[in-house]
T-cell receptor, first 111, second 111 residues
Framework: EPEVTQTPSHQVTQMGQEVILRCVPI?????FYWYRQILGQKVEFLVS????????KSEIFDDQFSVERPDGSNFTLKIRSTKLEDSAMYFC?????????FGSGTRLTVV | QQPVQSPQAVILREGEDAVINCSSS?????VHWYRQKHGEAPVFLMI?????EQKGHEKISASFNEKKQQSSLYLTASQLSYSGTYFC????????????FGGGTRLMVKP
């Protein structure tokens, strides 16, 4: 079964540093997403991406965040200057028509 | 505004049934159901669309009351593998391409 692949699985970074989280969505999917989940809490929407541009973004997705699809396969989330409260599990997802397929996540720890 | 799930937690014996509810204050286009096991990504279970279409796993059943903007997930003859946190995600009509998740229902199935 096709998978969404995320790397790295775990990243530890110092406050103020930039991080790039990487995702390879399912190849024939058209819609791409980033969600995050703070430990023990619900999954929160960050941003959706379609046709090479952002289609929706949440209040969480401020100027510190950006997304790119630099080539035909990768989909990245960049956090420019990380804060302690950015510590969370970040999930990439893609979809074609119906259900979303989530990647296994990147656990980001900001120290 | 996030959908409201109930109950927050359920403990079952293997073989027992459970119903998990999800309600929204917004007019919905679709309701999605996901199961998440500890430390893993959410796994798609089912989508229910406005107009009655449903897609999902054969062993899962759910309903969507479009008038009340409510959905219920029915877990019958529960197995140990059903344990996890169940999230509903809603797509509001006209609100764009994003899922808003409920707070989750923790299900524990005991032998």
């Amino acid at each position: 079964e096709p998978e969404v692949t995320q790397t790295p699985s775990h990243q530890v970074t110092q406050m103020g540093q930039e991080v790039i989280l990487r995702c390879v969505p399912i190849s024939n999917h058209l819609y791409f997403y980033w969600y995050r989940q703070i430990l023990g809490q619900k999954v929160e929407f960050l941003v959706s991406f379609y046709n090479n541009e952002i289609s929706e973004k949440s209040e969480i997705f401020d100027d510190q965040f950006s997304v790119e699809r630099p080539d035909g396969s990768n989909f990245t989330l960049k956090i420019r200057s990380t804060k302690l409260e950015d510590s969370a599990m970040y999930f990439c997802a893609s979809r074609q028509d119906y259900g979303y397929t989530f990647g296994s996540g990147t656990r980001l720890t900001v120290v | 505004q996030q959908p409201v799930q109930s109950p927050q937690a359920v403990i079952l014996r293997e073989g027992e049934d459970a119903v998990i509810n999800c309600s929204s204050s917004k007019a919905l286009y679709s309701v999605h159901w996901y199961r998440q096991k500890h430390g893993e990504a959410p796994v798609f279970l089912m989508i229910l669309l406005k107009g009655g279409e449903q897609k999902g796993h054969e062993k899962i059943s759910a309903s969507f009351n479009e008038k009340k903007q409510q959905s219920s997930l029915y877990l019958t003859a529960s197995q140990l593998s059903y344990s996890g946190t169940y999230f509903c995600g809603t797509e509001a009509a006209g609100a764009g391409n994003m899922l808003t998740f409920g707070g989750g229902t923790r299900l524990m199935v005991k032998p």
